[in-house]
């Protein structure tokens, strides 16, 4: 599905997707240093850099808006090589991230920021699978329905915030 995506595509994501933020993706990476498995299955999954606030009653989960994706960096290049097969955030990704995306035909999704409960309304369940010690940064499963995202990066090569620069440099 990512190889057919590009840049500025928008896009109603729906089904399993995984939460996880700094503290998580540090954990990942000690993890796969010492040899072990993941808390995850990484082969084609999507992780979404949020850290979801507590639910209020009758709902699945609180706020869930985007993080600021340059914090996974470092992280991000090993778990695409594993076969993770999207990222979702928000802002622009380091040049070692888009060139892992592109190595394996993944992708780059860009959250609407400041819309945490635009994103909560496309939650349907939300499950703590590791790192409950964590609290909001523990690695969450959620089930989404029509999450709405915009495709940055894609395993063309296509940047979207760079693309976007230059048509006002023009």
């Known amino acids: ?17 995984y939460t996880a933020r700094d503290a998580a993706h540090k954990r990942f ?3 796969l240093d010492e040899g072990k498995e993941l ?11 949020a850290g979801p606030t507590p639910a209020p009653e009758g709902r699945p989960i609180g706020s869930c ?3 600021t994706s340059g914090r996974m960096d470092k992280f991000a290049p090993r778990l ?5 097969c ?7 990704r380091n040049k070692a991230v888009c060139d892992a995306v592109v190595r394996n035909k993944a992708v780059y999704l860009c959250a609407i920021g400041g819309a945490g409960a635009l994103a909560a309304s496309c939650i349907k369940s ?3 699978v590791a790192f409950e010690e964590l609290g909001c940064e523990s690695v969450k499963r959620l089930r989404i329905e029509e999450l709405p995202l915009v495709v940055a990066n894609d395993c063309s090569g296509g940047d979207i915030f760079t693309s976007g620069r230059m048509i006002y440099k023009q």
């Open 126 to 128: 939300c499950e703590v």
């Open 29 to 31: 990476d000690k993890l």
């Open 80 to 84: 695409l090589d594993l076969g993770l």
């Open 1 to 17: 599905m990512c190889e057919k995506l590009r840049i500025g595509d928008k896009v109603l994501l729906s089904g399993t997707i």
């Open 39 to 49: 808390p995850i299955p990484i082969k084609d999954a999507v992780i979404y850099y």
């Open 65 to 67: 808006g985007p993080t």
């Open 86 to 92: 999207a990222m979702v955030g928000k802002g622009e």
